[in-house]
């Protein structure tokens, strides 16, 4: 199972940007990058799921570069409701087992 | 569509006795795991039911923790005796099938005193 790093923490604005940088440079083939949300008093939050190139959903984008050694979790225009802890995984899809690091704690601000 | 369930929400008990942490998955999912995250660790994988079977239990403490999931619906993760070290908050997922999105409950709070 693959290591991640990423941020421990980051601050924004509301209406602003986030891009949350997570490297995980010995992903195997196998692996998928997956990110969830987390709550205070809550479980984590599947966000999205990618494996190469970018994908979007609703909430978020990913963008994974070729060598997949790195990838970016884009939050469009956040709002203090995104205030939450993200993690960044790298699963293989027939594994299951999920790896949790420490996540990155997002700030969101008036 | 109900989500996962965890019963209780929060338990204090005495160190030395015994905890029953129940977990309901959404319905229909074969796969149900525990997580738990002690005191300022990390979220750490303890075992994976498919259906009535144990998958990997390889995260699974010491012998005093017992997972057990009858008849392939909910999950009881009982721990006996209870020690100071097991406090934390233990979280329960469900997913169908081969997919990574799992769905997690909203978690145990145990505290052992």
């Known amino acids: 199972l693959a290591k991640t790093t990423q941020p421990i923490s980051m601050d924004s604005y509301e209406g602003q940007e986030v891009n949350i940088t997570c490297s995980h440079n010995n992903i195997a083939t196998n692996d998928y990058i997956t990110w969830y949300q987390q709550f205070p008093s809550q479980g984590p939050r599947f966000i999205i799921q990618g494996y190469k190139t970018k994908v979007t959903n609703e909430v978020a984008s990913l963008f994974i570069p070729a060598d997949r050694k790195s990838s970016t979790l884009s939050l469009p225009r956040v709002s203090l409701s995104d205030t939450a802890v993200y993690y960044c995984l790298a699963s293989w899809a027939g594994f299951q087992k999920l790896v949790f690091g420490t996540g990155t704690r997002l700030l969101v601000s008036p | 569509e109900a989500g996962v369930t965890q019963f209780p929400s929060h338990s204090v008990i005495e160190k030395g006795q015994t905890v029953t942490l129940r977990c309901d998955p959404i319905s229909g999912h074969d796969n149900l795991y525990w997580y738990r995250r002690v005191m300022g660790k990390e979220i750490k994988f303890l075992l994976h039911f498919v259906k009535e079977s144990k998958q990997d239990e390889s995260g699974m403490p010491n012998n005093r923790f017992l997972a057990e999931r009858t008849g392939g619906t909910y999950s009881t993760l009982k721990v006996q005796p209870a020690e100071l070290e097991d406090s934390g908050v233990y979280f329960c997922?469900?997913?169908?099938?081969?997919?990574?999105?799992?769905?997690f409950g909203q978690g145990t709070r145990l505290t052992v005193v």
């Open positions: 997922a469900s997913s169908p099938g081969h997919v990574i999105e799992a769905f």
